[in-house]
């Protein structure tokens, strides 16, 4: 698809900036690129969905850390350890300098105030975070760094320049219910991945935005086949964390027990069993001591047990499986340089928009590496985003033209219903047969359902002002599936998180990235599995 930017002066902005460097997302990794943009010298302007330090994943709950001293050995079993269950595809290079970098900046974190806990010995135990403190210390320090924070301020779309440069990015501001226009040398994409509004903690506002808005500038993305993991949650509330189950019995509703359930290694053990009915747990392998562990390190797990009176240690529960999406997929923007530089020019991205392929290969598995990720990429981006913006010069007022598309443009057509195509991509994303167990006829009929609502959204017209962010939000979301689907079609094997029934083995052949972009065409291409290659070749 080609874009065909409209001048900017085809809307109003209710206020007005210019900045260097113009930061989309106020969860970790956006608040790391603000303070690194900020130190290198730029001027900044944050723009959050909802309140910079509590809205997002990270701020709901605690995340572990991937932190590990600077010990050859341990340096070299960390990342040893996560090579197979990421399919081989890891980076060692990116590995280390991202333990490197999350090293220095949990040390900054300690110098900063967090209460990291210390053990017996009075060691500082620095490999997680309390989700609360941490986010209310980098709202402390981002503002302390004199970075302008536009609170409720949602990004609709980006703008760009003649020459195909981002130029900033217009939103709208939910509590003055106005819009916001800065224009800005580089942007950072920082808003997370996206979770199709599964109700999973802290993640009903990570719908894919960033994608969305970077695609309609000719963004690529890769990776995006890795993007199916479910997380174990209480069938009555929305806390994902599973660590937990770990200490689970899974029965079936006679209360017999299902056979190869785990937390680990057994999730798909749950989910099978889910397709025939309820599936139950009871956390009854965790003794005394265990227990009241549980309850002091995270606290809100047990927040839905105590409103509804069961105790999860004696008493049985239903569970069910949560899509997380690309939030605790693998795939995102595709970054071309040390800096996180993204295809387009002055664009970059961190955190869970961006891809963790170079870190993860094709499994995450858990917060610590998203964690190291958000923490590294925000301070790379921030930078690299400054420096660019110190040699781009100065903002060219009246050039920059508005880049986005479906709900945001006059047609013909009829406005599409927000929570009428946000729906129908659940229904094709959520489901285990489609999304957990892959398969190619399986994946092709979704494929061709999904792009007839794309056709359908983006000949749209233009939403209404009290539907657009919603809007924009469901078409992303649309756009986030069918990459996804797409990239699962191209990979012919099962690796990482993506599991195909008609390919069930790991194959050398593949050993390779999937790249795809596209919006109402979507392709892919394969790129090589080699240290510093960003070659393509057509597949």
Known sequence: MTVRAERLSAIAGSVEYDADVLVLGGGPAGTWAAISAAEHGARIVLADKGFCGTSGATAAAGTGVWYIDPDPALREAAMAGREKMGGYLQDRRWMARTLDCTFAQSNRLAEWGYP??????????????????????????????????????????????????????????????????????????????????????????????????????GAEFTSMEFSNPYAISAAFGSVTKTLFYGWATFTYED??????????????????????????????????????????????????????????????????????????????????????????????AAG???????????????????????????????????????????????????????????????????????????????????????????????LERLDALWAEASGADAATEADVLRAREAAAMLATARWMYRSGLARKESRGMHRRDDFPNQDERFRRYITTGGLDEVWTASRAHTDSSYAEAAE
């Open 116 to 217: 990291y806990p210390v053990d017996d010995d009075g060691k500082s135990q620095r490999n997680s975070l309390q989700g609360p403190e941490y986010m209310r210390l980098m709202r402390k320090r981002t503002k302390a760094a004199g970075v302008i924070i536009l609170d409720h301020s949602p990004a609709l779309e980006l703008l760009v320049d003649e020459g195909g440069a981002v130029a900033g990015a217009t939103g709208v501001r939910r509590q003055k219910d106005d819009h916001w226009v800065v224009r800005a040398k580089a942007v950072v994409i920082a808003t997370g991945g996206c979770a199709f509004l599964s109700k999973t903690l802290g993640s009903n506002v990570l719908t894919g935005d960033g994608y969305l808005m970077a695609a309609e500038a």
């Open 255 to 348: 209360g017999s027990v299902v056979r190869g359930a785990a937390s680990k290694g057994g999730r798909s053990a749950i989910a099978r069993a889910l397709t025939q009915g309820p599936v139950y747990a009871r956390l009854d392998k965790a003794d005394a001591d265990v227990q009241r562990s549980m309850r002091v390190s995270q606290p809100n797990f047990f927040l839905p047990f105590d409103r509804t009176g069961i105790d999860p240690f004696n008493q049985r529960f239903p569970v069910t499986l949560r899509l997380e999406g690309t939030v605790r997929g693998t795939g995102g923007l595709r970054i071309v340089d040390e800096t996180c530089a993204t295809t387009v020019p002055g664009l970059y």
């Open 352 to 446: 869970d928009a961006a891809t963790r392929e170079l870190v993860c290969g094709g499994f995450t598995g858990g917060g610590s590496h998203n964690a190291a990720w958000a923490m590294s990429s925000g301070t790379w981006a921030g930078q690299g985003a400054a420096d660019y913006a110190r040699l781009a010069g100065s903002v060219s007022r009246g050039q920059a033209a508005r880049a986005g598309t479906v709900a945001l443009r006059e047609r013909a057509g009829r406005p599409f219903v927000p929570a009428h195509l946000a729906r129908a991509v659940q229904d094709e994303v959520f489901p285990f047969e489609l999304n957990y167990f892959r398969e190619a006829s399986r994946l092709g009929d979704s």
